[in-house]
């Protein structure tokens, strides 16, 4: 190889080495520890008492025996699925996914709206044969 690349190579590698130290040594997230759905913002009971944060719009506060912070609020209901903003699957009942499970809409069932035929059986309303 000529001079040249070699200079060529060699500054590009101190560049990298220099991000990866600046990377290293820089932690904007402070103290901050993440564990699944929670992130810590305070890491004791006592800190916790002292500090004062807001969290994000999407995230709920929390605290526990390990601290305080912010957590993604889980999805555990067709309606906490559709409050996130996923999309409604255009079904009956409905249906919404989220982080690869499927939660389906209650059916809302009004007995008025059952009506008994002659033969015993019940169906829903039909205006057009009153059964």
């Known amino acids: 190889m ?3 690349v070699l200079n060529s190579v060699f ?5 990298l080495l220099a991000i990866v130290v600046i990377l290293v040594l820089y932690n904007p ?3 901050q520890q993440v564990e699944g759905r929670k992130t810590y913002i305070g890491n ?3 800190e916790c008492s002292r500090i004062r944060f807001i969290c994000a719009e ?6 526990d025996e390990k601290g305080c912070g912010c957590k993604n ?12 903003g996923n999309q409604i699957m255009e079904s009956y009942p409905r249906q919404c996914r989220a982080g690869g499970k499927t939660f ?5 069932v009004c007995t008025a709206d ?3 035929c002659p033969d015993g059986s019940y169906v829903s309303r039909d205006a057009n044969n009153n059964c």
Do not use: H, L, M, W
């Open 2 to 4: 000529d001079k040249r």
């Open 11 to 15: 500054v590009v590698a101190i560049g």
């Open 29 to 31: 997230t402070g103290n």
């Open 44 to 46: 004791s009971q006592e």
């Open 58 to 63: 999407e995230k709920e506060y929390f605290t």
């Open 73 to 84: 609020p889980g999805i555990d209901d067709f309606e906490k699925c559709a409050a996130a």
């Open 104 to 108: 389906v809409e209650e059916a809302k």
């Open 114 to 116: 059952a009506k008994q």
